[in-house]
């Protein structure tokens, strides 16, 4: 038994929250843009997740773009008084679906401004900046520019935490010498562990870490090991991938994206999945 895995809650800003949330980037159109192929099927999936104790929500207004926040609203509003629902400033769609960098005054406000009419709230709860200078990876460049407008609207109380997103660890100073960060949003999973030693370091910090792609994102996980783990223990790869997750700090909490009502529980239930040291040894040898 590990003891990580026995903590289900984890502070975020100033909210305690279900490590086990959900990421509703899949809710949108394929490419992320347009609407979805089956609304009430998106609908669905976010009641399900707010029923079954899900008060954690990742999503973004260049999500669809709008298309995700609108259909949070829908389905949600007016919403349960525990839900904490964390949103993302720094991209901007094209009109091809392109993502581009969104980072001057005017459209960082702007984005403060369509995020709380789409979402229907007075205060945005987290707000990730985005680093956008390179779209898939953390790449190097100076945040203080964006990050100082984002806590200026903090100040005016548009925006109660803040939190970054797709950042080096000297991006990640360079922010905590601006404002409070709350939480860092990374890609990670079982085969991207690039942050193992910032984990461990924001841990130590009080700072929660979100691991975007938690499954793969667009290429899921798959893996012999995982796969031989999984049939182990009567779970699914997916399953033992969240909870693997789950036992590897205390700070890390789940944003799994699906757009099936199915999927959601499977992964929820990921949260009662127990591994044994010598299982997390076996996935902790899995390579890339
Ligand atoms: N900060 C950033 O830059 C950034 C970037 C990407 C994502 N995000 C956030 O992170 C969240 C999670 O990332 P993600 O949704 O892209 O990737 P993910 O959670 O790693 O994986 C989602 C993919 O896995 C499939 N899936 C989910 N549950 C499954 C299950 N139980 N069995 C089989 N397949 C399953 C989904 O398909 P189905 O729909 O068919 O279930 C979807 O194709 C997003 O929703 C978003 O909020 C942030």
Redesign the pocket.
């Known amino acids: 038994m590990s003891s990580v895995n026995e903590s289900t809650t984890f502070r975020l800003g100033s909210r305690v929250v279900n490590r086990l949330g ?6 949108a159109g394929p490419g ?1 843009f347009g609407a979805p192929k089956d609304h009430q099927a998106a609908l669905a999936v976010l009641r399900e997740a707010a029923a079954s104790g899900v008060n954690h ?4 207004d260049f ?1 669809g773009p709008h298309i ?1 926040n609108r259909i949070i609203r829908e389905a949600l509003h007016p919403y349960p008084g525990d839900l904490v629902i ?1 949103t ?1 400033l720094g ?1 901007r769609r094209g009109e091809d679906g392109s993502w581009n960098r969104g980072f001057s005054r005017e459209q960082l406000t702007q984005a403060v401004h369509d995020n709380l009419r789409h979402l229907g709230l007075d205060v945005l709860e987290v707000v ?1 900046l ?1 680093s956008m200078f390179d779209v898939h990876h953390p790449a190097e460049g100076s945040i203080e520019a964006p990050l100082t407008v984002l806590a200026e609207l903090q100040r005016q109380g548009l925006v109660r935490h803040i939190g970054l ?2 950042v080096t660890r000297a991006q990640i100073a360079e922010g905590r010498r601006i404002c409070e960060i709350v939480c860092v ?3 990670y ?1 079982l085969v991207h562990r690039a942050d193992d030693p910032l984990i461990d370091e924001l841990a130590g910090q009080g700072i929660a870490y ?9 290429t ?2 798959q893996s012999s090991t995982l796969s031989a783990v999984a049939s182990r223990l009567g779970a ?4 033992v991938a ?1 909870a693997w997750l789950l036992h590897r700090a205390p700070n890390i909490l789940l ?6 009502v ?3 529980r ?2 929820l239930a ?1 949260g009662r999945l127990t591994l044994s040291r010598q299982t997390l040894a076996e996935l902790d040898a899995m390579q890339a």
Do not use: C, W
């Open positions: 959900y990421g509703a980037m899949q809710l992320v929500i990742d999503t973004a999500y995700t964390v993302k991209a990730n985005r997103s797709n949003q990374n890609l999973n979100v691991p975007f792609f938690p499954l793969g994102g667009f899921p996980l699914t790869p997916m399953q969240l944003i799994p994206g699906t757009s099936s199915v999927h959601l499977e992964n990921a």
